[in-house]
């Protein structure tokens, strides 16, 4: 991203108040309804001086000869940069009624998330994407397999953190709770201790040397480490709010919006955008336009902000929307909800409670 232009004060003004009107009306900003909205103590004239100096540096772009001004990717960029103050932009807050319900769950780490990315979706009114804790780099501390139907297992995968991941599994035939157990304990003895990765080749090469030497339910018990490990490097990405967001956000095309949409089933594309907000400085990043290394999305702009646990990134959670998006309370909102999800995840503010599930943070 190119550093941004110096620009006096009084420049800095009428550029916001230009954002901040066109994102407000989606109509070209004029000289004379900005004075008398903004009460500028500055005449027509003046104002279109400044608006000219803004267009030569970039920010501004008039679509017409006869039209007003609308901000270009780099003057929302110095939007963001420049005229949104620390105090300003994190000031609003879950609403109590939420807080209590995110707080109040119980459930393992992806439904933790999902229902987050829901309630993100719902207070900003457009596209929420996330992805669930990744477990690459924890430790397994223990599978915990619980009989659902047949033989359809639940597994209960719960890291070293005190994460927990829930998935469900076929095995080769129906087994007793004595014989689940029996095939948990197997893989506890053998995977606990060990990250994902460390398993998921520990597993792979005990089946390779010793398949001969396995009975029928050790066998199983390998295989079903095999399976369960495999499931826990894969990213699970969660998209809330897509019908909201086919009426809301505006494209030059419906190619556009078509390529945005398959940019989002793409979760190899959606890996890369999580990436680079998590290799950037802490805190809430915005991607806009062009600057998003996913062609698909430079029509629109992305607020995302990773969220922690113990202080190293487990999960990326943001806001999908229209480049003329209200990036104060959008910026806020998202703040506030990775900050929730890392105090959530936060060993320190409650950790894992005794049934291995997240506790109230």
Do not use: W
């Amino acid at each position: 991203m190119s550093a941004n232009p110096i620009i006096d004060e009084r420049a800095r003004r009428v550029l916001t108040a230009i954002i901040e009107t066109y994102v407000e009306t989606g109509e070209p900003v004029g000289s004379r309804p900005l004075t008398k909205k903004h009460g500028f103590n500055l005449s027509p004239a003046t104002i279109r001086n400044i608006m000219a100096d803004l267009e030569d540096l970039g920010l501004l772009t008039q679509p017409h000869t006869s039209a007003g001004r609308v901000p270009t990717e780099k003057g929302y960029r110095y939007y963001v940069d420049a005229c949104i103050g620390a105090g300003d932009a994190f000031k609003e807050r879950l609403t109590e009624e939420t807080q209590y319900h995110l707080e109040s769950v119980r459930k393992d780490a992806s439904a933790i998330v999902q229902d987050v990315t829901q309630e993100l979706s719902r207070s900003s009114s457009q596209l929420s994407v996330a992805v669930a804790p990744r477990f690459l780099k924890s430790r397994l501390s223990r599978v915990e397999l619980v009989p659902v139907r047949g033989a359809t297992v639940q597994a209960v995968v719960i890291s070293e953190e005190g994460i927990v991941r829930n998935m469900l599994l076929d095995l080769n035939e129906p087994y007793t709770s004595k014989h689940l157990r029996r095939i948990s304990g197997y893989i506890n003895r053998h995977l606990a201790g060990y990250t994902v990765r460390e398993a998921r080749e520990r597993v792979i090469n005990q089946v390779l040397e010793h398949k001969a030497a396995y009975d029928t339910l050790m066998a199983e018990a390998m295989r079903v480490g095999q399976v369960i490990m495999e499931r826990q490097s894969e990213d699970r990405i969660f998209v809330e709010g897509v019908s909201e967001a086919l009426q809301r956000l505006k494209f030059r095309s419906r190619d556009a919006l078509r390529d945005l949409f398959r940019a989002i089933e793409d979760k190899h594309l959606m890996i890369q955008v999580f990436n680079m907000v998590e290799e950037m400085e802490s805190g809430v990043q915005v991607i806009i336009g062009s600057e998003n290394p996913v062609g698909e999305m430079h029509d629109c702009a992305m607020v995302a902000s990773p969220y922690l646990r113990e202080g190293r990134v487990i999960g990326t959670i943001g806001v999908i929307g229209p480049v003329r998006m209200h990036y104060p309370s959008v910026i806020s909102m998202v703040d506030r909800t990775a900050r929730f999800l890392t105090r959530v995840f936060s060993q320190e503010e409650g950790g894992a409670a005794a049934d291995g599930h997240i506790g109230k943070p």
